[in-house]
């Protein structure tokens, strides 16, 4: 018998919503608003995508409860990093950093317990 995959249940932080509209205007003022859209667009659905996989992203060392993923439309390219949580059946999407930003700096603290306890 075939095994169903496990798929998680993909929830946006408000951290993280307040990421991609910012990533949407930063993509609007320099590109235009068809390229925000078409962007954020394939952002969300790389980042749902995480829900299938059996171990999606890579533990960040400094702080292994969380997992990050790098998504990018073409190798080479810039791109964003997502950071995002498990517990369960539940993903929490907590933020989003371009690729070229020292994202594990800018984590700080524990994103999970702020966007889990409000």
Known sequence: MARVPHKL???FSASSSRDLAEIWE??????GERHADA???FLRGQ???LARLDAPGRAIPSNPTLRYHTLKRRAGGYGHVVIFWIQGDILLLLRYFHTS????NKLGGNPASE???T
């Open 101 to 104: 930003q020292d994202w594990e």
């Open 47 to 49: 980042t749902r995508n």
């Open 39 to 41: 962007y954020i667009n």
């Open 9 to 11: 249940i993909v929830f």
């Open 26 to 31: 930063w993509n609007a003022n320099t590109r």
């Open 115 to 117: 966007e889990t306890n």
